[in-house]
């Protein structure tokens, strides 16, 4: 086993602290993140100042986990990455990722899917991971593809984007250990 997970030479995953309540309101409240997510309204700094509070940081307890992306060497917060959905009976979970604007495109989004992954299957022991992603985002496909993820099912007309349905690709990671 590693001796350590959630870190590499670029950046590191750790909990959400309060202090991170002004990154998580400006990505939450970013429109142009809406899309991808299920938000239907802007959250407040009330509601994510509950959920931080409430949080117990375990995935089988809350049943989910946001974890922050952050730079190692300036310790800067890039982004946030998830697992939701959590179902402990059949080990699964769905994952979310979401780099802020200024921090896309530099690799910061494989480097924590695959620490996540490490941390998910060598370390919680869950036999899966899944992602929804609409078909025509291929930067976010390449990214799911390029860290093992399957397309393993195609969901017509999932997505509702500005009056339009797109269809979404179900892509699937097992744990290679089971």
């Given at each position: 086993m590693r001796a350590s997970f959630l870190m590499n030479d670029r950046i590191y995953l750790r909990a959400v602290e309060?202090?991170?309540?002004?990154?998580?309101?400006?990505?939450?409240?970013?429109?142009s993140m809406w899309d991808i997510s299920n938000f239907t309204v802007p959250y407040s700094r009330y509601v994510?100042?509950?959920?931080?509070?409430?949080?117990?940081?375990?995935?089988?307890?809350?049943?989910?986990?946001?974890?922050?992306?952050?730079?190692?060497?300036?310790h800067r917060i890039l982004g946030t990455i998830d697992i939701t959905d959590f179902v402990p009976l059949h080990s699964r979970g769905e994952v979310g990722i979401?780099?802020?604007?200024?921090?896309?495109?530099?690799?910061?989004?494989?480097d924590a899917l695959k620490l996540l992954c490490e941390y998910a299957f060598d370390f919680l022991s869950l036999n899966q991971l899944y992602a929804h992603v609409a078909v025509d985002n291929e930067v976010c496909m390449k990214l799911f593809t390029s860290c093992g993820f399957v397309q393993?099912?195609?969901?017509?007309?999932?997505?509702?984007v500005e009056g339009c349905y797109k269809d979404a690709a179900l892509l699937q990671c097992l744990n290679p250990k089971k």
């Open positions: 309060p202090e991170d309540m002004d990154i998580m309101y400006e990505m939450e409240n970013d429109p994510l100042r509950q959920y931080i509070e409430g949080s117990q940081c375990d995935v089988f307890a809350d049943k989910q986990l946001r974890l922050m992306i952050v730079g190692k060497a300036d979401a780099i802020h604007k200024d921090y896309r495109q530099q690799g910061y989004a494989t393993c099912g195609l969901l017509k007309n999932w997505l509702q």
